[in-house]
């Protein structure tokens, strides 16, 4: 299914920051950008006024019969202890056996657990909650401090930035590297934040200067087809790599290992999309050494072989 209907599913309670995630990520019109434009809109339990969790209030103009086109349906954070709204559990179940996806930001996962949508699957939410969603829906296979889990059909994110991270992924798996990127560079916020990363992390994004790795990774990101093993970077930083290792993930949330790959992986996607180069010569230029090792990588984090990639997105 590419992804063209998107409807953010409010009620009362719900967070303004999560909310405006949805809009900033799916909402507006980048077509300047070669973005596509989605058919977005604002919906509620029933059309009328909505109370935001600080106090202020929307007017929705659609109700339930939104969810019915949706290709995907948000979920922003909301109030963790209000049952579900009237019709809720339901529309949510209906546009699930009809194949929409399902995203939720923060605590948004809780309504897709009160709905059951989360029973066997892997999800996660904010870390301060993964100890309450677990114990509220045994069933549900919760992954604690990580950005994101991607189940297939449901996508569940940690709080506020990390939502824009899932968004980013969704926009990625449907219209390709260079759209997400184009997304990304609208909002300020990195293209690409793989969803293992760790939620709590010194630094978020590294600043560039003498204290941080912020300069390490900049020459990484521009070096990616240099050894770029865990004693090879040490050195480079003048630190010993048991040192290394632990200021790394310390101020990436990731390490150095994974950080390397997916910088890898993310510069394979444009290469394929928008060059004709062989799949041997972006494995070298990237890195990765030979078409097996980028295989390899490249289908256990996307989910695509480099050639069915290059089929789908190519330019």
Request: aromatic fraction near 8%; hydrophobic fraction near 45%.
């Amino acid at each position: 299914m590419t992804l063209q209907n998107v409807a953010a599913f409010i009620w009362d309670g719900v967070a303004p920051f999560e909310f405006g995630v949805l809009c900033e990520a799916f909402g507006l019109d980048r077509r300047d950008d070669g973005v596509p434009l989605l058919d977005f809109d604002v919906c509620a339990p029933e059309p009328g006024a909505v109370r935001f969790s600080l106090g202020f209030s929307m007017n929705v103009e659609h109700g339930l019969e939104r969810l019915e086109g949706a290709d995907l349906i948000a979920i922003p954070a909301m109030q963790r202890g209000r049952p579900l709204p009237d019709g809720v559990r339901d529309a949510l179940l209906r546009a699930y056996d009809r194949g929409a996806r399902l995203l939720s930001v923060c605590s948004g996962a809780f309504a897709l657990g009160e709905a059951g949508l989360l029973d066997g699957i892997e999800c996660t939410t904010h870390w301060k909650y993964t100890d309450e969603l677990a114990a509220r829906f045994p069933e549900a296979k919760v992954v604690p401090e990580v950005l994101y889990v991607d189940s297939g059909q449901v996508v569940t994110s940690a709080g506020t930035a990390a939502g824009l991270d899932a968004t980013l992924h969704i926009w990625r798996q449907e219209y390709g590297a260079q759209v997400a990127s184009a997304v990304a560079r609208r909002m300020v916020v990195p293209p690409q934040r793989d969803g293992g990363q760790a939620q709590f992390i010194a630094r978020a994004v590294p600043e560039c200067d003498a204290d941080t790795l912020g300069p390490l990774l900049g020459w990484i990101v521009e070096n990616l087809d240099q050894p770029l093993d865990v004693d090879s970077l040490a050195r480079r930083s003048l630190m010993s790599p048991r040192t290394f290792a632990r200021r790394f993930r310390a101020e990436t949330g990731a390490t150095p290992h994974s950080w390397v790959t997916n910088q890898r992986v993310l510069r394979a996607e444009q290469l394929l999309e928008s060059s004709d180069r062989s799949v041997e010569w972006i494995a070298d230029e990237v890195g990765f050494g030979n078409a097996a090792t980028l295989r390899h990588h490249f289908t256990r984090v996307r989910g695509l072989s480099p050639q069915a990639y290059r089929r789908r997105f190519a330019c």
